[in-house]
């Protein structure tokens, strides 16, 4: 569902979330399924195509085959992913003060699976699934409103997409998958890192108490 008109902001701050390695985990239980598909990842490089291979052959597998593998995953993602540590409770904590959106990257047939997921998992914040690029949706959502903004990712690309768009914006580049983290190429400049939700609470709550003493 990309539909922005389901999202309704009170008259606070705004924090956008993406999901997959940031409040779901991602990597790891993806591997664990390549495994009942008779493949696995061999992280080699921050990417999938090109570090899963066939563990009958030994061959890689081609990017057609790991975005089929990813996109079946998406329909049984509730056999599979669990919640990154302490994302729910501290979304929770910031919820009583700000409003939380997840925004995630992926075909929105796949919102209904997702938004049942996090419900289960007490993550009843709204949420758009989207392969659109980040930033417009960011501006969108925010829009001009002079409140504190933050917005969490896992991809640099996804945040400099936000920095572009939404220059205001505190962003946060979080991912839980410590191997894939080694992997990924350095965000740049204006853009915080942490491998962890207590310090993306406590970098988002400075955000918060910077602005309200401008």
Not at 34 to 51: K, M, Q, V, W, Y
Request: charged share 25%.
């Amino acid at each position: 569902m990309t539909d922005l008109s389901s999202i309704r902001l009170k008259d606070r701050p705004l924090v956008v979330c993406d999901i997959d390695e940031v409040v779901l985990e991602f990597i790891s239980p993806f591997q664990t399924y390549l495994e009942s598909r008779d493949h696995e990842l061999r992280p080699a490089s921050f990417r999938l195509t090109g570090n899963v291979f066939s563990r009958i052959d030994g061959t890689e597998t081609a990017q057609e085959a790991v975005e089929a593998f990813v996109q079946d995953f998406f329909v049984v993602q509730h056999d599979w992913q669990t919640p990154v540590a302490d994302a729910a409770d501290a979304l929770e904590r910031l919820a009583r003060e700000a409003d939380v959106v997840f925004l995630t990257a992926m075909p929105p047939r796949h919102h209904g699976i997702r938004r049942a997921l996090l419900d289960v998992l007490g993550m009843q914040h709204p949420m758009i699934a989207s392969e659109q690029s980040k930033g417009p949706l960011v501006r969108a959502i925010h829009g001009d409103r002079p409140l504190p903004l933050a917005f969490v990712d896992d991809i640099f690309t996804n945040l400099h997409s936000v920095k572009k768009h939404a220059p205001q914006a505190l962003l946060i580049n979080l991912m839980a998958n410590q191997t894939f983290r080694a992997l990924a190429p350095d965000p740049g400049e204006g853009i915080a890192i942490t491998d962890s939700w207590p310090e993306a609470e406590r970098l988002i709550r400075a955000h918060f108490a910077a602005d309200a003493r401008s």
